[in-house]
């Protein structure tokens, strides 16, 4: 079982849709996929369920439905992580649902982190629950992946979910915002990685908790919602586009980037920056689906699924299987990366 998390501390990318849309391709395709909501925005358990299910699910009776209610003991101090009841979209499909009152976790996080360094067993407790919680739901399921979704911070919530994976995706959109957002992620999550692996060294001796690597292992970024013009970005977006590989290799992999005024970047050792199209590390550059994601949202399904008698007509077929390429060729990189068999069938 490999764990990936979708991370950009910059909202409005598009990183909710992505899990979501990649979660349902592999599960179409026989890859038995957890998804795990971290944000506390819970808009990825919107996504995936009605409303009436959301008010079942956020009823406060003390049933271990939410990713809040796995922790609830652990915030009362009373006991230890709940495991989750996983809610089954379909056989291949599960979902730890996320809640709003995720958030109150944050304090109790970043209350503990320096007390790791102490030795302290429950403080242990406290940073793993994600990961264990993540470990009990994919047991139950037999999970071969499982996709985190994260809110748009550096928050502590989101320092133990990143823990928690194994690999990290890099959602971005192509604008000055988002490239930012990128310059104070990648030096966060090798501070994170180190701060972690520092921790693990002082892990109380004969202790039973399952400890996750943290490796968070950058696999690569997808630009996601540009507009295009004969299949290719307009030249505003286009500029960013052509800054984000140079940028990806100097914050998120640390390695040196040259630049001289009017010229091509180059790597430490002298060799061109590749351009987006041919960067190993660009998993993808997704098209801006337009009016598939409001028939989508209403149909309560991804916007590849869309048939006939859910508004996609005319011009939207061509669109859904474009789309749907699109996302198997993601999922394809993604999985190669993550080292799982995509598709299965």
């Known amino acids: 079982m490999k764990s990936i998390a979708f991370f950009n501390n910059k909202g409005g990318v598009g990183k909710t849709s992505l899990v979501y849309h990649l979660a349902w391709m592999y599960a179409e395709h026989g890859v038995r996929v957890l998804v795990a909501d971290l944000d506390p925005q819970a808009n990825l358990t919107a996504m995936f369920l009605d409303e009436d299910r959301l008010v079942s699910l956020w ?47 944050e304090d109790l996080l970043s209350e503990n982190w320096p007390k790791c360094l102490d ?13 264990r919680i993540i470990l009990a739901g994919a047991r139950e399921m037999s999970a071969d992946l499982v996709l ?28 000055l915002f988002s490239l930012q957002g990128l310059r104070n992620l990648g030096p ?22 399952e400890l996750p690597s943290g490796e968070m292992q950058p696999v690569g970024y997808v630009v996601m919602q540009h507009s295009v ?19 990806y290799r100097e914050v998120v992999l640390g390695e040196t980037v040259c630049r001289i005024k009017g010229e091509p970047e180059r790597d430490g050792v002298g060799q061109l920056i590749p351009s987006p199209g041919d960067d190993p590390y660009m998993l993808a550059l997704l098209r801006h689906y ?3 994601m409001p ?51």
């Open 148 to 175: 985190i979704d994260v809110g748009p911070n550096l928050g502590a919530i989101n320092r133990s979910a990143l823990i928690a994976a194994e690999q990290v995706v890099l959602p971005l959109a192509p604008d």
């Open 59 to 105: 009823s406060d009776d003390g049933e271990p439905r939410t990713i809040h209610d796995c922790l609830r003991p652990l915030m009362a101090r009373t006991g230890d992580i709940l495991a989750p009841v996983v809610e089954r979209l379909k056989p291949e499909l599960g979902l730890i649902p996320g809640h709003l009152a995720l958030s109150r976790f």
């Open 119 to 131: 030795g302290q067993e429950a403080a242990f407790r406290v940073l793993t629950a994600f990961h």
């Open 188 to 209: 966060t999550l090798r501070e994170w990685r180190k701060g972690w692996k520092k921790r693990v060294e002082e892990v109380p001796a004969g202790t039973s908790i």
């Open 295 to 345: 028939l989508a949202m209403d149909a309560h399904k991804p916007m590849f699924l869309l048939r006939a008698a859910d508004g996609a007509i005319g011009s939207h077929i061509d669109a859904v299987r474009a789309c749907y390429q699109d996302f198997k060729a993601l999922a394809t990189r993604i999985a190669a990366h993550a080292d799982v068999t995509f598709p299965c069938r």
């Open 290 to 292: 337009r009016s598939l």
């Open 229 to 247: 013009r004969e299949s290719r970005p307009v030249k505003a977006y286009q500029a960013w586009v052509d800054r984000v590989p140079g940028v």
